[in-house]
């Protein structure tokens, strides 16, 4: 059984959902909303453009406001790298991700999915670390395992590592709907941004926009 304790005291939206930094979150949702008018997002990664946390939280606490507004979600920690989502969700890290990659069966009843206490959202850990990620994240395993999550739920978000450390979310996010990038205030540097956006211009993403984590008073801001 979860932590709960744990869990709420990571995610914002659930400790305090009254809270300015809440309504941010859910300020996100209904920009995102606002960028798919004639298509609803399926498919959404989060990344950044260095190593870092947040993009983890953000990620998470979207999905925790998705899924308070009535869309069944699911949450993967797509980052086969330094893997975060089991932590804020206090959940186990095996089996995952690399778990499904590893099994002969496709077959959607038996994907590894923990159930939250937040009714609706669902989290697939990342599994074991393979030495190959990028190998992984752009198989057509992963492929399909994105087709069988899409089956089930109403939008899939996938917790992404860096774009600049290595390819993997370019590659991911070359597959999906689109890309969040988020940029830490005070911390991720201007060159590092502009580097991410070169580089996911040549894999041909669809950058969605940029959230800004950790600005004064702990706002969470979005620019399209």
Request: glycine fraction near 4%; proline fraction near 7%; aromatic fraction near 4%.
């Amino acid at each position: 059984m979860p932590d709960v304790n744990l869990i709420t005291s990571n995610l914002i939206t659930l400790s305090d959902p009254f809270s300015a930094a809440a309504e941010a979150y859910r300020a996100l949702r209904m920009n995102l909303a606002f960028t798919s008018l004639d298509k609803e997002l399926e498919t959404l990664v989060i990344s950044s453009p260095s190593p870092s946390e947040t993009k983890s939280l953000v990620a998470a606490n979207l999905a925790v406001v998705m899924a308070q507004a009535e869309r069944r979600v699911v949450l993967v920690d797509a980052d086969l790298r330094r893997p975060y989502v089991h932590r804020l969700f206090g959940v186990a890290q095996e089996p995952g991700v690399t778990s499904t990659m590893l099994a002969q069966e496709d077959d959607a009843e038996t994907l590894p999915l923990v159930e939250t206490q937040v009714p609706g959202l669902w989290v697939l850990p990342s599994g074991a670390l393979p030495p190959n990620p990028a190998d992984i994240l752009g198989s057509q395993k992963m492929g399909r395992l994105l087709e069988q999550l899409k089956a089930q739920v109403d939008i899939v978000i996938l917790d992404a590592p860096p774009v600049t450390v290595a390819v993997d979310a370019s590659v991911l996010a070359a597959r999906t709907d689109g890309l969040l990038l988020v940029v830490r205030s005070g911390h991720t540097r201007r060159d590092r941004v502009v580097q991410s956006k070169e580089l996911l211009m040549r894999f041909r993403v669809r950058l969605l926009g940029a959230v800004l984590a950790d600005a004064p008073h702990g706002s969470l801001l979005s620019g399209y």
